[in-house]
């Protein structure tokens, strides 16, 4: 399965539901009009899986959970895993061309293109859901934990609910 960039969260909030993208913002810095390029803040995403599981810590709403909570939480997990690249000369995962959390550094000076390398907050989400989405199926009950696997059509080979040792 495949996913892209459409499967992540608008960054823009508009109050007539009616989203525009201008393409130019002012920098509230410099008083200069710049490009917009916030459309690769896709850090939002994990805002929201963070959100999901403290609101399950605090509250204990597993129901919640259960309805919608792991569905998205692992959706989220999913994409991160989807947009990392491993890097072999440095024996690691990336994620490279996105914008974080400061949408006025969103392009290296003289870069053909916008994005930044291994933004650090972008970075440290990504690989707290990842390490966190074992544990959030693990909250459910096993035919719950069933049902969103089989909802997100998880490859057999890939059990959460075993007890698989994660590196995180």
Not at 79 to 101: C, H, K, M, Q, T
Request: proline residues 5%; hydrophobic residues 35%; negative net charge.
């Amino acid at each position: 399965m495949e996913y892209s960039a459409v499967k992540t969260f608008p960054v823009p909030v508009c109050l007539d539901n009616n989203q525009q993208v201008i393409g130019t913002q002012l920098n509230l810095v410099n008083g200069h009009w710049m490009e917009d390029h916030t459309c690769l803040q896709r850090h939002v995403g994990g805002i929201i899986a963070y959100n999901i599981y403290y609101y399950v810590q605090v509250t204990g709403d597993i129901q919640f959970l259960a309805d919608f909570g792991a569905e998205l939480f692992l959706e989220i997990a999913r994409f991160w895993a989807s947009i990392a690249e491993y890097n072999a000369e440095l024996d690691r995962y990336e994620i490279n061309g996105v914008v974080g959390p400061d949408e006025y550094h969103t392009q290296y000076p003289d870069a053909p293109t916008p994005g930044l390398r291994n933004n650090t907050y972008t970075n440290i989400l990504a690989v707290w859901t990842l390490c966190k989405a074992h544990e959030i199926l693990k909250k459910l009950s096993p035919e719950q934990q069933q049902q969103v696997q089989d909802k997100l059509e998880l490859p057999s080979e890939v059990s959460l609910s075993s007890g698989d040792k994660s590196t995180c």
